[in-house]
């Protein structure tokens, strides 16, 4: 079954610090990979996606995922954390084989703490 | 202004009532997606329209009704609300099931 993994319910890390968030997929075929961010009493945003190509990603607000196949990860980084970037992220994965599931599977979300 | 608006965006209603909530976009996107956020269970899937007039069942569409006559919009009706669908309701679309979502603002919603 398809299933994402965020590991950890919520991450601190101290301003100016590289930051990790991580995600972990199953699929049956090459996983189309999304990291979005939901800020406080907003909706989600678009950070950005792996389809194909270039395994490291780059996306918005110095965002980047690095897609490794054979630890089936999509963890999200940013090398220096701002407080700005405290909110609750979220990976998703599609199978582009499911046919006709074209649901994305989500993580749970993971809340990051950025401290001053 | 472009984008994706839905309304409204808080409603407190009482158990049995009908409410609908509605979801509106400015891009012609061909998928529109309902969802529901609780705490503990993430993103769920409720309903989802590949174009107008077809629409399909998510995770948890018992309780729900949608319709979709118009590209660009797509309301969600609780036909008789009960209080376990008190939640987050968030609208999205994209232009391929391939594609990123684009979310909007969500409505906060209270069944006593």
């Known amino acids: 079954a398809q299933s994402v993994a965020q590991p950890e319910d919520q991450v601190n890390v101290a301003e100016g610090n590289p930051l990790t968030v991580k995600c972990t997929y199953s699929?049956?075929?090459?996983?189309?990979l999304f990291w979005y961010v939901q800020y406080p009493n907003r909706g989600l945003q678009f950070l950005l996606k792996?389809?194909?190509?270039d395994n490291l990603v780059k996306g918005s607000y110095g965002f980047e995922a690095e897609f490794i196949k054979s630890q089936t990860s999509f963890h999200l980084k940013k090398p220096s954390a701002l407080v700005s970037d405290s909110a609750l992220y979220f990976c998703?994965?599609?199978?582009?084989?499911?046919?006709?599931?074209?649901?994305?599977?989500w993580g749970l979300g993971t809340s990051l703490a950025v401290n001053p | 202004d472009a984008g994706i608006t839905q309304s409204p965006r808080y409603k407190i209603t009482e158990t049995g009532r009908q409410v609908t909530l509605m979801c509106h976009q400015t891009?012609?996107?061909?998928?529109m997606f309902w969802y529901r956020q609780d705490l503990g269970h993430g993103l769920r899937l409720i309903y989802y329209?590949?174009?107008?007039?077809?629409?399909d069942k998510g995770e948890v569409p018992d309780g729900y009704v949608v319709s979709r006559s118009k590209t660009e919009n797509f309301p969600l009706t609780l036909e008789s609300a009960t209080r376990s669908q008190t939640s987050v309701y968030f609208c999205?679309?994209?232009?391929?099931?391939?594609?990123?979502?684009?979310f909007g603002p969500g409505t906060r919603l209270t069944v006593l």
């Open positions: 999205a679309s994209s232009e391929s099931t391939l594609d990123e979502q684009f």
């Open positions: 792996y389809i194909t190509g």
């Open positions: 998703a994965v599609r199978d582009p084989w499911a046919g006709n599931n074209r649901k994305l599977i």
């Open positions: 699929v049956s075929g090459n996983p189309y």
């Open positions: 891009w012609s996107h061909s998928y």
């Open positions: 329209s590949a174009a107008a007039d077809i629409t």
